[in-house]
T-cell receptor
């Protein structure tokens, strides 16, 4: 199989930094996406990593280590509106469907 | 504005009554997909289309049909819905396999 593992829930404080991890099976790996999904809404694209290293986009950064089958999404200066689910999705060679993790529900508290 | 539009947003129906969920995109994307989202299972792809008249099964195609007669439209058809198809459905489009997907607003379907 091609399981994607992420924590189910996380809680953090407004203004803080939080790291959401994602692990995946490395065989056939061909790119990793992070999406944000507010309750009842559509997922929206955050980042795409296909090479090792850190990609930074404002308050959000995403890191990838292909050899370890590991990625994380880093959210800085947390705001209440960042309360949402964060979905990790991997593209595998030969598969047309992205493989999504179950998502990490982040609760930002005052 | 670039968008993917699904209709209806909410639907309650009875077992066996055929239904269609429409999806339309205005970005001239070639690739379109249908997903279902269930608690604890994440998003799972139902069907996929690479272009007009080209469709392929995803991970959970049983009980669903699709068609792609025009580039912009990709309807999802449930010929005989069953309660296990109660779910949140998303249509998505992309310009290519390694590019970001744009998702529709979702259709919450309940089959009783």
């Amino acid at each position: 199989g091609q399981n994607i593992d992420q924590p189910t829930e996380m809680t953090a404080t407004e203004g803080a930094i939080v790291q959401i991890n994602c692990t995946y099976q490395t065989s056939g790996f061909n790119g990793l996406f992070w999406y944000q999904q507010h309750a009842g809404e559509a997922p929206t694209f955050l980042s795409y990593n296909v090479l090792d290293g850190l990609e930074e986009k404002g308050r959000f950064s995403s890191f990838l280590s292909r050899s370890k089958g590991y990625s994380y999404l880093l959210l800085k200066e947390l705001q209440m509106k960042d309360s949402a689910s964060y979905l990790c999705a991997v593209r595998y060679t030969g598969r047309r469907a992205l493989t999504f993790g179950s998502g990490t529900r982040l609760q930002v508290q005052p | 504005e670039a968008q993917v539009t699904q209709n209806p947003r909410y639907l309650i129906t009875v077992t066996g009554k055929k239904l269609t969920v429409t999806c339309s995109q205005n970005m001239n994307h070639e690739y379109m997909s249908w997903y279902r989202q269930d608690p604890g299972l994440g998003l799972r792809q139902i069907y996929y289309s690479m272009n007009v008249e080209v469709t392929d099964k995803g991970d959970v195609p049983e009980g669903y049909k699709v068609s792609r007669k025009e580039k912009r439209n990709f309807p999802l058809i449930l010929e005989s819905p069953s309660p296990n198809q109660t779910s949140l459905y998303f249509c998505a489009s992309t310009s290519g396999p390694g590019t970001e997907a744009f998702f529709g607003q979702g259709t919450r379907l309940t089959v009783v």
